[in-house]
């Protein structure tokens, strides 16, 4: 018997030139490049440094919270005149001057009598109306600096409102 021959058959592959059509990656790419660009001057980025509690290990137990609240000192710019509040203890309030200014010389006593008092605090609320003029503002924060030595009695300024 003859062996018989398998037949192969040859496929020939013709090769075409093919156009790419890139019309429309084109223009979802003119659409989108803008896009982006106006949104990302919108947006803005942020980071908060936020001081989270460790857990106690196990076994041990948390102090319980002290009696005293921490000391706070607080300006109140009032009216009639600047309010003090250091610690729990609310001080007389500071009348206006005859020209209707703050009398920054008498906040600035007050405020030096505190800080012998508390030397290791540095902070300090300074809250005011909204309708307060800037000057005044300005005047009271320049009363808490030790204008002899070029210091600030309480460098952590924070500015707030006074609720109604």
Known sequence: MKPRRRGHR???HIEREVDLNI?????LLVVLVPFLL???VFSRVSALTIDVPTPAPAGEQMAPPPDTPPFRLVVRLERNGVVIVAGRDTLPPVPRTAQGGYDTAA???RLAGIKQ????????DILSRPDTPYEDLV????ADGDRAAGTLLFPD????EVGP
Request: glycine fraction near 4%; charged fraction near 15%; hydrophobic fraction near 45%.
């Open 38 to 40: 106006t949104t990302a």
């Open 117 to 124: 008092a508390h030397p290791e605090h540095a902070a300090i």
């Open 107 to 109: 906040v600035h006593a």
């Open 157 to 160: 300024i924070r500015l707030g």
């Open 23 to 27: 019309t429309s990656f084109m223009t």
């Open 139 to 142: 005047a009271v924060m320049d």
């Open 10 to 12: 040859r496929h020939h």
